[in-house]
């Protein structure tokens, strides 16, 4: 009796021992989980900071070197050779923009220089500092792409009809019963390449539409002329083609404002992740593409017939890659019947290499559109 006591007491000792095991164990893994979790949080965060923080230094540099409006080229009774234009004409516009830019170029070199500090990503005083940053380069372009208060407002709105757009299309699909708020592991690693896509594209866009609204083609008028009535820092296009100025004007900030309420949504996953799964940021983005080849075929030629050359050259391209994509079904269609077997780990090296190939064709294609966009804008020999 004694015995059947103590083994039963043994038995129940041993129970809890493994139960403590197994708790102590499962703590430990959850641990592990967390703290890769919050390292690849980190991690994601400390790359997405660095990407905007190197954008708006290189744009805001670039703008801050050659303001908007233009430089005086010789001496007046208020100025001197080398002055802003637009800092004599309109001294409150020209300071709104030159501490907007410069808060924003000083802000962009300090995340730089911290990014790597751990604590700050972790509290997430970079990001906030980051969209801070993103609303200077806002108020900027709205100071210093126009000269009078009625369109600076009008750009500024531009950025709140994005947002509710977005809003609204997200909260009108959800509760339509189209996206509910959970999703399985493969829909969350869809929404985050979506995500890269996107952010990508809209980093394209702030860099060439930035520069492009401040300095627009053609250039600036260098003097006053009270016979034509022209003032010296306003666009020579505008005075010349008016319409066409506007189309490039809106079209740009159209693009320009787009791109920066998608940068400002992609930081928070709680709000992309639905954005994205609705598409919404998707027609933004598709609009702010449209846009920018709107914008590039008012501003890089001064005659219809050359703009309508250049959305007919896009529609050509287009049709040589829908006619390269239903070539490549047809094929794929005929090659149904035959049996080919593959491994998981082929399959898992081909799908690598179809995401490397898509990685670096969109990279080429940002490269070839940044420095297109820009040349068709300013061609050789000037304006």
């Not at 164990?25 to 990407?51: C, E, F, G, H, I």
């Not at 869809?190 to 539409?209: C, G, M, N, S, W």
Request: glycine share 8%.
């Amino acid at each position: 009796m004694q015995q059947t006591i103590r083994v039963a007491t043994e038995s129940v000792v041993a129970a809890g021992r493994l139960q403590r095991l197994r708790d102590v164990v499962a703590r430990r893994t959850k641990k592990v989980a967390d703290d890769r979790t919050v390292r690849d949080a980190v991690d994601k965060a400390r790359s997405l900071v660095l990407l905007l923080a190197t954008l708006a230094a290189t744009i805001t540099y670039e703008a801050g070197l050659n303001p908007p409006g233009g430089l005086w080229q010789d001496n007046g009774d208020e100025h001197m050779a080398g002055d802003p234009i637009l800092l004599t004409t309109n001294s409150r516009r020209y300071k709104t923009f030159f501490y907007c830019n410069s808060i924003a170029f000083a802000t962009s070199l300090i995340a730089v220089v911290v990014v790597q500090n751990k604590l700050l990503l972790a509290y997430h005083v970079l990001e906030v500092a980051m969209v801070l940053d993103l609303f200077g380069l806002i108020g900027a372009y709205a100071a210093g792409s126009c000269r009078d208060t009625e369109t600076s407002i009008h750009v500024l709105g531009l950025a709140g009809a994005v947002l509710v757009y977005v809003v609204t299309h997200v909260v009108l699909l959800t509760l339509g019963g189209m996206v509910t708020g959970t999703s399985t592991k493969e829909e969350d690693e869809l929404v985050e390449k979506t995500r890269k896509r996107l952010l990508l594209f809209a980093i394209l866009a702030a860099t060439i539409t930035y520069q492009a609204g401040l300095t627009p083609p053609g250039g600036f008028r260098l003097q006053d002329d009270e016979s034509a009535g022209t003032h010296a820092g306003d666009p020579v296009l505008l005075y010349n083609y008016p319409r066409r100025y506007h189309a490039f004007f809106y079209s740009n900030s159209v693009s320009f404002m787009l791109s920066m309420v998608l940068i400002i949504l992609l930081f928070n996953p709680h709000v992309y992740r639905l954005a994205i799964r609705t598409h919404a940021l998707s027609v933004c983005t598709a609009v702010g593409l449209f846009a920018l080849m709107g914008a590039y075929a008012a501003g890089s030629t001064q005659h219809l017939r050359t703009s309508i050359d250049i959305f007919v050259l896009v529609a050509v391209v287009l049709c040589f890659v829908v006619g390269l994509l239903i070539g490549f079904l047809v094929k794929k269609g005929c090659n149904t019947g035959a049996i080919k077997t593959t491994t998981k780990r082929e399959k898992t090296e081909d799908k690598r290499t179809r995401h490397a190939k898509r990685k670096y064709l969109t990279l080429l294609g940002v490269l070839v559109a940044s420095v297109t966009y820009q040349a068709g804008l300013t061609p050789p020999g000037g304006t």
